[in-house]
């Protein structure tokens, strides 16, 4: 099993930033890729950035791309999502996944964690 607990999330004006952070435990963490999905108040939860086990590959969304930087530091089995210009349309709760592809595919990802609220002020 992995457990995955995100920290990070708050309150923060449009324009600004927010670091979210997924601290991973448990067995077989190695060679895991990792993700961060999001999921708006009556919308379905939406892929927002992933990250293979060597960070070579990080796709993003259209949506946050020149926005928000994904990373990890597997020494630490942390993820971060580095949010900057937040906006509005961000206001979500983020949720830290992690499966064995960095992928867009929601199901492909079997571990997740409770989430985190962020919220963009106008």
């Known amino acids: 099993q992995v457990q995955l607990v995100e920290s990070g999330g708050g309150l923060v004006q449009s324009g600004g930033s927010l670091r979210l952070s997924c601290l991973a435990s448990?067995?077989?963490?190695?060679?895991?890729?990792m993700a961060w999905f999001r999921q708006a108040p009556g919308k379905e939860r939406e892929f927002v950035a992933a990250i293979s086990w060597g960070g070579d590959i990080t796709p993003y969304a259209d949506s946050v791309k020149g926005r928000f930087t994904i990373s990890r530091d597997n020494s630490k089995n942390t993820e971060y999502l580095q949010m900057n210009s937040l906006k509005p349309e961000d206001t979500a709760i983020y949720y830290c996944?992690?499966?064995?592809?960095?992928?867009?595919?929601?199901?492909?990802?079997?571990?997740w964690g409770q989430g985190t609220q962020v919220t963009v002020s106008s």
């Open positions: 448990g067995r077989n963490i190695s060679d895991k890729a």
């Open positions: 996944a992690a499966g064995p592809l960095p992928v867009v595919v929601r199901s492909t990802y079997r571990y």
